[in-house]
């Protein structure tokens, strides 16, 4: 490398250096933001998830995912947007999904119908020939007849009426194995009006919002958004509780993706080679309680209060993995064993926590309003559905698949939460045909936490950077005039 080019590469690096001085001394009014004390509609505090989730949850999840039962999720990209004609596209190239091969697939995972999680589901003569095995003929001749007819019945088991999601068809030739390791969600370019419109038409058209009402910020409001959203809140607090909770968690959803792509953003690319970090100055932009005139805390907030919810499923659905037909089957033995064992233990870390959301107080009523109850949540469910098949409408490949992924994962948690009577009922040793869970849904339930809990440790992360700034931030940060879970 020449003088000169190494005097341009230095010239870059104290400019990126200065840069980040000073999108830091941008941040105080971040640091004064409130995103502490109690949640609404639960009785949790921050501090104590900030805690939970940087010692018990984050280690442990994070090691889950890259076990390869997690790390494989089948999805269809290429399914067409329902609604509009989709034109939007990515600004880089790192919004490309590169797909799996099949040969680097583990054999266990790709034998047989989305429900072959277990051992013996995907038990055939020979392990070579498992990836013809797409019937249920090949079970082990040795199973009882009572077990046969049990596997078939789990097989021919439908229970769409209890998806929340639109689900792919694994079936589908355009369905794809995608390795989640080497796709990591980040900033790939992908904004403007097509990311909008998304966005748009899941909070305008599926938050039980009525036209009259403007969310903050909306730049086609009357006030184009120059509001506090004070009208917004005041409606919102006015709804039941399950409608005001639906809202919460796509807030706190999307508030969990424009954070990992403050995180992951592209920082500059050099002969080739990408530099990616995090960006305090887009991190200010969509979070600043200045900049978003007090939306960003609220945003923060219902991050919160998604991670709860998901946190819940995960401790009520544990029985169902306790089984000991479930392996979480890949055909490596000793990692399967490994990964149940993991994830046994993430769900005792689960149920553990002191302060989990009561998903009873959601749909309650007495016998007399039972029919009433049931269209409520129906409506809560079509509602969720129909956000699911917005994903398709994604411009961003990348986008879609992180997309698709963390709204099938929250979507089988709300599955979980309304099935509680079905998972206590589980036998031990067979299928169940009241409650089952697709591969497909394992994969996005457990992804989709991790990302919630990646998210949670990112605020920790922008933190540490504010505390390592040589601002004045740092010293009220010290003095302890604002307490450590503030972001």
């Not at 001394?25 to 921050?46: K, R």
């Not at 890259?66 to 089948?74: L, T, V």
């Not at 998806?163 to 369905?175: G, K, Q, T, V, Y």
């Not at 917005?390 to 992180?402: A, Y």
Request: hydrophobic residues 35%.
């Amino acid at each position: 490398m020449s003088p000169g080019v190494r005097r341009a590469g230095a010239g870059q690096g104290a400019a990126a250096a200065v840069q980040l001085l000073v999108t830091l001394s941008f941040l105080p009014s971040v640091v004064e933001a409130q995103v502490t004390g109690v949640l609404d509609d639960c009785l949790c505090d921050i501090d104590s998830i900030d805690n939970f989730n940087t010692f018990k949850i984050f280690p442990k999840i994070k090691k889950l995912q890259e076990r390869d039962y997690f790390r494989y999720y089948k999805v269809n990209l290429k399914r067409p947007c329902p609604f509009w004609a989709e034109d939007g596209h990515c600004s880089i190239k790192d919004c490309h999904v590169e797909p799996c091969p099949e040969s680097k697939i583990p054999v266990g995972i790709k034998a047989g119908n989305s429900n072959k999680y277990s051992k013996v589901a995907n038990n055939t003569k020979e392990l070579e020939d498992c990836e013809q095995a797409s019937k249920l003929g090949a079970i082990n001749s040795t199973l009882s007849n009572q077990s046969k007819e049990a596997f078939i019945d789990w097989a021919r088991y439908d229970d769409s009426q209890d998806h929340f999601c639109e689900l792919d068809d694994e079936r589908s030739p355009a369905a794809q194995y995608v390795d989640l390791l080497l796709n990591p969600e980040r900033y790939t370019g992908y904004k403007g009006s097509s990311a909008w419109r998304v966005w748009n038409s899941i909070y305008e058209e599926n938050c039980f919002k009525p036209r009259s009402v403007y969310r903050p910020l909306n730049p086609l409001a009357p006030s184009r958004g120059e509001d506090d959203g004070e009208s917004f809140y005041t409606w919102l607090e006015g709804l039941c509780l399950e409608k005001r909770v639906f809202y919460k968690l796509i807030s706190g959803l999307h508030a969990s993706i424009n954070l990992h792509l403050c995180a992951n953003y592209l920082l500059e690319e050099t002969w080739g080679k990408p530099s990616w970090g995090p960006n305090m100055k887009e991190f200010k932009r969509r979070f600043d309680p200045v900049e978003t005139k007090g939306e960003g805390p609220r945003r923060l907030k219902n991050l919160y209060f998604l991670y709860l919810i998901e946190l819940r499923a995960l401790s009520k659905v544990a029985p169902y993995f306790e089984r000991s037909i479930v392996d979480l089957y890949t055909g490596n033995v000793q990692e399967d064993a490994d990964t149940k064992t993991l994830l046994l233990n993430i769900f005792q870390d689960t149920k553990s926590f002191p302060m989990h959301f009561d998903e009873k107080s959601m749909f309650a009523g007495d016998k007399k309003g039972a029919k009433s109850l049931k269209m409520r949540k129906e409506e809560f469910r079509l509602h969720f559905k129909n956000i699911s098949r917005i994903m398709d409408c994604v411009g961003c490949d990348k986008c879609r698949l992180w997309g698709k992924l963390q709204t099938q994962g929250l979507g089988t948690a709300l599955k979980i939460l309304f099935s509680e009577k079905e998972i206590q009922k589980l036998p031990e040793n067979s299928p169940s045909k009241g409650f089952q869970l697709t591969r497909q849904e394992i994969v996005a339930l457990l992804n989709a936490f991790g990302r919630l809990s990646t998210s949670i440790r990112e605020l920790q992360n922008f933190k540490v950077l504010l505390q390592h700034s040589r601002d004045t931030s740092t010293v009220w940060w010290e003095r302890g005039t604002l307490r450590c879970h503030c972001i």
